[in-house]
């Protein structure tokens, strides 16, 4: 079975090209595909499928022609991937399956309109919907944090004055409520840095997301951040750089709406022998 590996800002992805659905993806093959040690490794799946052949997306092919099937590392499903989305826009692109600089894709979440602009691809993303802040709380750390909703699960902790992001334990996942998440929740720890040039504000984030531990960064998750400081700044529109692990991404709320914009890189291709595959049960 072909692949391509692509990451967006160190976020990084297994590209399954399978445009008729042919292909049995299950939780334990895309488990053992992202396993960095016996398998390619990365953070999750991005299966290419046409809308009209996936059973989640029938109906919508006049929409987009292109559905972007995301799966976790660890074989779970997600609604949205900000970094996968951009990866896939940049894999349509390069394959010659997408004209243009810009063209939508349908995601679990619906459908998002990709523009590339040369290393950089930016997409509209569904509107973050905010919770009641410190409504959600972190445990142990006991940090309040925001829920957000960005067509996947967040929730966004403010780290207290004094509090070094770089002294947070991210090995297991943070602890919180499953009443309030009972499909899980990717967790993000965010704390201000000095003004940057052209941008209205600028933090600095890490992430432990659902499905695939901490990642180098996680571009909803950024959406999400940058929804929870816009809040916070008494902003109803402006552009925040956040910083991850992985490099920068930027978000940008309009009054059209909120774009997410990166770099997006396609690294390799090659083979996989699936009978090799240890699955990982
Ligand atoms: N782990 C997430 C999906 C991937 C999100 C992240 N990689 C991004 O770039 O948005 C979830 O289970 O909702």
Known sequence: MQFTKGHGAANDFVILADPDGQLAL????????????????????LRVVR?????????????????????????SIAEMCGNGVRVFARY??????????????LTRAGLV????????????????????????TIVPLTF??????????????VLPDGVDLDSLDLTRSPGFDPALFPAGVNVEFVTPL??????????????????????????????????????DAALDAGTVAVELLGGRLAATRTDAGWTLAGPAVLVATGEIDVSALSTID
């Open 26 to 45: 299950t939780p334990s093959l895309v488990a053992s595909l992202c396993d960095r040690h016996r398998g390619i490794g990365a953070d999750g799946v």
């Open 51 to 75: 809308t009209a052949k996936h059973p989640e997306a029938v109906g919508r092919a006049a929409d987009a022609e292109w559905f972007m099937d995301y799966w976790n590392a660890d074989g």
């Open 92 to 105: 349509l692109a390069v394959s010659g399956l997408a004209e243009g600089a810009s063209f939508p894709i």
């Open 113 to 136: 309109r990709a523009t590339i602009d040369g290393d950089t691809i930016a997409v509209d993303m569904p509107a973050p919907r905010l919770g009641a802040a410190g409504a959600a």
């Open 144 to 157: 309040p944090g925001t829920a957000v909703d960005v067509g996947n699960p967040h929730l966004v902790s």
């Open 194 to 231: 000095p003004p940057l040039d052209g941008f209205d504000l600028h933090v600095r984030m890490r992430v432990y997301e659902r499905g695939s531990g901490e990642t180098l960064a996680c571009g909803s998750g950024a959406l999400a951040v940058a929804a929870v400081a816009l809040h």
